[in-house]
């Protein structure tokens, strides 16, 4: 860590500010305090805010080959699918960047003016961040982004623990093949369903019990939703999916939709007398399990009832 | 991206939010939605909210030898000094950690606790986080803290942007020698002054007019407060510290005081005719910068008066 080193160290921050200053223009009234002081001061529409931070390492979520403005697109966009989730409203972003030697100066720039094009698109701006190099040559691009967010006025924030037995589980999009085989796909380019949220929830309002963006897989993220409300409720829950009625991206098998991950569409669990609103498809139901049953997720693929519980990135 | 290395990526992810779940009897009861959903929610003392992101990267801001549970210190304490700098109380934190295959399970979880540990300390518990292990072998540990604060009760938030002419220069502590030779020294192990921060504001009130955490360098940090403010009221400033005033820890030159940085003391610009509060060290003052005079920061040593604009980190 000598003098020059951190000078490469720390210069980029001064971009990254510099970058959000220069949109300063169209940074919105409720910045109160914008880029450039130790912290960003913000205005919210009520005394709750909600918080994430999501990042994307450069051979874990991105391969080498994507486009730095779609590396870019995916970190903000995977942090405002968890509002959508939430069914909150994007307020502010801040970016944390870890710089490989090989981007330079200008790689550098492009990745960052695309986090505040794609922060400003999503509604929640650039305010803040911290950029480093990597002192090891080989080290990768690594880009971290917090999300603030508020709960809605009605005062409806849609957790993973709400489900109750009878409820309708719903997606609100087709599922599988997020991950191309030359990378691509449409993990990098989905849209997050905030609006879908907000609709949901201003049609069903408490009729809405939980909700969650499919990140790692039908079957996991059905499973997070079954077990926080098991957990919460102390009732024991098991999601029965119909395999037929799981909607796919074109030229996707069912069990790509239930494991791919990263489609970035919301389920959702809603009171078994609620409508299934326009645009959703009704995926199954939750039932009690049997105390014996260890299974969170089973899925009827024509005769036989699978378990699914665990179908996804982590297993 | 195979389905083994998907699963790396995200088991450590269940760590950090089983880690700060186990610890959630000792979370605040405005932490509404605790770790495990797609978000947190947090309850606010006003509508207002203070946020940053500071990270820390292996080869940059800590050495090889640095044991883990300092560097959890680190990166958490540099976050904190943030919030003392705007005169706020911290919240809450969140983690994104990018992990070294080196470290192993045990290393991570290691690493983890301290980070959780530190967070609740300083009374920001850790709240959420996002965890993924370095596709390539050589990738360094990095660890990316978010941190929210609420501003004063009082409304006074100090920013790096009002002092004024005439205004005294005042420091919170020694500086100089923050990275000893070996890579330890006390950029590890300083303790952020954020009751400072509250007693210089209880006593002066409006009279504390801009603050910074010395970070960087006294030179470059007293520039900065310099230019902020002088862009802010159109009036040319320029600060004239006295050298044989600067505090200096011991064994330090002034020179190493005024460019060394990572001290996390507090600079504060006072009102002229504010006293010196018990504590602080009054080292200059602002007075009016001629027009055709670049320098921010004028430093009197001996019988000679050094341009110390530049002095630290970045140059």
Request: hydrophobic share 40%.
């Amino acid at each position: 860590m000598t003098g020059s080193e951190r000078m490469n160290d720390r210069v980029n921050e001064r971009e990254i500010l510099a970058l959000a200053a220069a949109a300063n223009g169209a940074l919105p009234k409720n910045i109160l305090i914008p880029p450039g002081d130790d912290m960003a001061l913000v205005q919210l529409a009520s005394s709750q805010v909600l918080i994430a931070v999501d990042q994307v390492v450069a051979g874990r979520h991105f391969t080498a080959n994507t486009p730095l403005d779609l590396v870019a697109r995916k970190a903000v966009a995977r942090n405002v699918s968890d509002v959508a989730a939430m069914a909150g409203n994007p307020v502010a972003t801040l970016a944390s960047v870890t710089l490989p030697h090989s981007l330079g100066a200008q790689g550098a720039r492009e990745l960052l003016e695309s986090v505040r094009k794609y922060a400003a698109e999503f509604g929640c701006p650039l305010i803040g961040g911290d950029t480093s190099v990597h002192h090891d040559p080989a080290g990768p691009l690594t880009l971290s982004v917090t999300i603030l967010a508020s709960p809605r006025t009605d005062g409806i924030v849609v957790t993973r623990h709400g489900a109750k037995i009878g409820d309708r589980l719903i997606v609100s999009g087709p599922l599988g093949g997020s991950f191309a085989d030359d990378g691509l796909g449409h993990h990098l380019t989905f849209t997050p369903r905030v609006a879908q949220a907000h609709e949901l929830a201003d049609k069903l309002k408490q009729g809405l019990h939980a909700m969650i963006d499919i990140s790692d897989g039908l079957g996991l993220d059905t499973a997070r939703i079954i077990d926080a409300s098991t957990k919460h409720s102390g009732v024991a829950m098991q999601a029965r999916l119909r395999g037929s009625d799981i909607p796919c991206n074109r030229g996707n098998l069912m069990r790509h939709a239930l494991s791919d991950g990263e489609d970035h569409e919301l389920l959702a669990a809603i009171d078994a007398q609620a409508e299934v609103p326009s645009g959703w498809t009704a995926i199954g139901t939750i039932t009690q399990r049997h105390t014996e049953d260890q299974r969170s997720v089973l899925v009827q693929i024509a005769d036989s009832l699978e378990d699914a519980t665990n179908l996804g990135w982590l297993h």
